[in-house]
């Protein structure tokens, strides 16, 4: 299968996306976690609540590098802080919840982004 080309959304795409999630607590921590930090969505499904260190203003993820999964740090600012504690709060999440626990159709991510490029 012939690998296919990803294109990064411009930067009024990617308010477009925020705007629309606004609605949704858990899409909107997600797509502000990507524009922020500029990780693919992808990285944050696996992300647990004991991968966020609030105190440094990490968390960490596991990012395919050659096939392999390696741990990076992505910046928390005071904003991205926030918006996790709520969600971690709002969701009852313990340390070894996954932050999507309660997330079953993640196929609401492409209506989001369909969404969008009909705009």
Not at 73 to 83: G, Q, R, T, V, Y
Request: include cysteine; glycine fraction near 2%; proline fraction near 2%.
């Amino acid at each position: 299968m012939p690998k296919t080309a990803i294109v990064p959304c411009t930067k009024e795409e990617m308010s477009k996306i925020v705007e629309t999630s606004m609605e949704d607590e858990f899409y909107y921590t997600l797509f502000m976690l990507a524009k922020k930090t500029g990780r693919r969505l992808g990285e944050y499904y696996e992300v647990q609540v004991q991968d966020i260190d609030f105190e440094r203003g990490v968390m960490m993820t596991k990012v395919l590098k050659k096939r392999k999964k390696v741990e990076k740090e992505a910046i928390l600012d005071s904003e991205l802080i926030f918006l996790l504690k709520s969600h971690i709060r709002n969701n009852q999440l313990k340390l070894n919840d996954y932050l999507e626990k309660l997330v079953t159709d993640k196929s609401k991510t492409r209506l989001i982004i369909m969404e969008r490029k009909q705009e």
